[in-house]
């Protein structure tokens, strides 16, 4: 970003608009972007209305969103065409703790939209690998057609042990996957053995079932790290509508610890 004030929204020029899937979508945007893995931005066209975005690229010289048509906003900014303008504000929230795993190994579990989330991981963990021991990275889709980031498949894979779930193994992919669901993926392989930090992100039900699987296999409460999404209006704490308790996921998230969430989680 070139303002100082992450309050500030920014004018960006829109380099790519890559259709991924029936209703999702890839932006690329010219600007080079520092940020934490897991992070969000602020993302707005003028007379239409912003909406949070999770930040799907880390220490690039572009900026990349992923982003599911779900709304007003969504559906405006796909539309979007190279060489329009958009409006950037941020980075935002807390992000996956890189440093924290540094030394030990990294098991990082994603479904559906949430692979976006955590692909910032994977684009830290390109080009610093030599931090980390064993990383297993499990990425779980409905079918092929929902697939995303298939054009990164191959640099995922130099970098990490990839293991990929289809719920319905139809037509082909890409990727050599598994029939069935993520979590399920991940009861039956056997995980690295030692300091081991978890990184989660998508549907709720997929990070309940794949987080108290990690902790059944030994892993502990505090190693395991999940991003929740709520509706971030503000990113500053002031609207109150993402709190979880008395935290708010756009300040003190939207990465948490699998303990700090605990009390929440039925």
């Known amino acids: 970003m070139t303002n100082t004030n992450v309050y500030l929204p920014e004018p960006v020029k829109v380099l790519e608009n890559l259709r991924e ?20 931005v602020q993302i ?4 239409i209305g912003e909406a949070p975005i999770s930040i799907a690229s880390w220490d690039r010289d572009y900026l990349m969103l992923h982003i599911r048509e779900v709304g007003t906003v969504t559906r405006a900014l796909g539309r979007c065409k190279p060489g329009d303008t958009v409006f950037i504000r941020g ?15 990294m098991v990082i579990i994603a479904g559906g939209c949430g692979v976006a989330s955590v692909k910032g991981v994977f684009d830290y963990v390109g080009k610093n690998r030599d931090k980390y021991n064993e990383i297993y990275a499990f990425v779980g ?7 995303i980031f298939e054009d990164f498949v191959d640099e995922w894979k130099e970098s990490m042990s990839l293991f990929v779930s289809l719920d319905t193994l ?8 598994t029939e069935g669901f ?29 987080g108290r699987a990690l902790i059944e296999k030994g892993m502990p409460e505090d190693k395991v790290y999940v991003s929740e ?19 708010f996921t756009c300040k003190d998230g939207p990465v948490f610890r699998w303990d700090e969430l605990k009390e929440h989680t039925p």
């Open 229 to 247: 999404e709520r509706l971030m209006y503000c990113a500053t704490g002031t609207c109150c509508h993402c709190m979880i308790g008395s935290t």
């Open 170 to 177: 139809k037509e082909g992919t890409c990727y050599d996957a």
């Open 91 to 105: 980075p935002y929230g807390k992000g996956y703790p890189m440093k924290e795993a540094e030394g030990g190994n």
């Open 141 to 147: 889709y409905r079918n092929s057609k929902e697939v």
């Open 44 to 47: 707005s066209l003028l007379g």
């Open 182 to 210: 993520v979590t399920d993926l991940v009861k039956i392989t056997e995980l690295p053995k030692g300091d081991t930090v978890a990184m989660l992100c998508g549907p709720p039900i997929m990070m309940k079932l794949s």
């Open 21 to 40: 899937t029936t209703d999702n979508f890839r932006l690329v945007l010219d600007i080079p972007f520092k940020n934490e893995p897991g992070q969000f």
